[in-house]
């Protein structure tokens, strides 16, 4: 089975690599693809058997690679929220994956796959029970509101309304406090992004997950860009934007 990974966090897709090869079934990863644009490419010329595709990537949403070529290849959605679920039966998906999932559900959805075929129809009936399901599920969760930390030998637990910001950078998580301290933080910023607090924090890119309590200023950069300045900032010379596909919501979050 040639799977296809589209997933543009190097923790997140080494997590679910890891976990589809450690599985019964005889899987080869065949390509990782990190933003549409690549995607677009590969995809022209190459196929697989079936593609895990995160739904938000750097340079947009992955629905826009399915709705371009016409891809009928099964494909598993993976993503932190749940309101894509019905956008994301318009392709040819058969199933969809709220993070952090499970070595179970995804091996659940992994026998889907295998128990596909030609002649299966989703059965759009049942999408309301799905959705359901789904937002019960999202219902039971609690928002992570202490984040534990290590200095050194001594570990921290630090209170959400003391974070700034977090940040991706290469493969590692960092917090950065309102006091203007930094710690690494075990986890993926994907999966982090859905523990938090909506009212607290918002993931304005790829990198970046922030507090309304860290914005300086935020300023039109061009038609369609906005930039942010933090109030601690992890380098003065970084310019940090908003993703274009972002700002309406950000804008709706600055407004509650």
């Not at 952090?100 to 759009?124: G, Q, S």
Request: net charge negative; proline share 2%; glycine share 2%.
């Amino acid at each position: 089975m040639d799977i296809v990974i589209i997933e543009d966090e190097d923790l997140a897709a080494n997590s679910l690599e890891n976990m589809l090869l450690k599985m019964e079934y005889p899987i080869t990863i065949k390509k990782r693809l990190e933003s549409i644009e690549q995607s677009l490419d590969w995809f022209k010329n190459n196929t697989c058997d079936l593609i895990l595709s995160d739904i938000h990537l750097g340079d947009g949403e992955s629905f826009e690679i399915f709705e371009t070529l016409k891809i009928e290849i099964p494909i598993i959605f993976t993503t932190a929220f749940d309101q894509y679920a019905i956008q994301s039966f318009q392709f040819f998906a058969i199933d969809y994956l709220l993070k952090p999932y499970d070595k179970l559900r995804l091996d659940n959805a992994i026998k889907k796959h295998i128990n596909f075929n030609e002649n299966t129809v989703v059965d759009y009936s049942q999408l309301d029970k799905f959705l359901t399901q789904l937002k019960a599920g999202g219902e039971q969760k609690e928002e992570q509101g202490r984040f534990l930390v290590s200095k050194g030998e001594t570990l921290l637990s630090i209170e959400s309304h003391e974070i700034a910001y977090f940040m991706a950078e290469n493969k590692s998580l960092f917090i950065f406090t309102t006091a203007g301290d930094s710690y690494l933080y075990d986890d993926t910023i994907s999966n982090l992004e859905h523990k938090l607090s909506e009212k607290l924090f918002f993931k304005i890119n790829r990198k970046y997950i922030i507090s309304h309590l860290a914005i300086k200023t935020i300023v039109k950069y061009s038609q369609n860009r906005l930039k942010i300045e933090l109030q601690t900032p992890v380098n003065t010379n970084d310019l940090i934007f908003v993703s274009s596909n972002r700002i309406n919501a950000f804008k709706d979050w600055l407004n509650r």
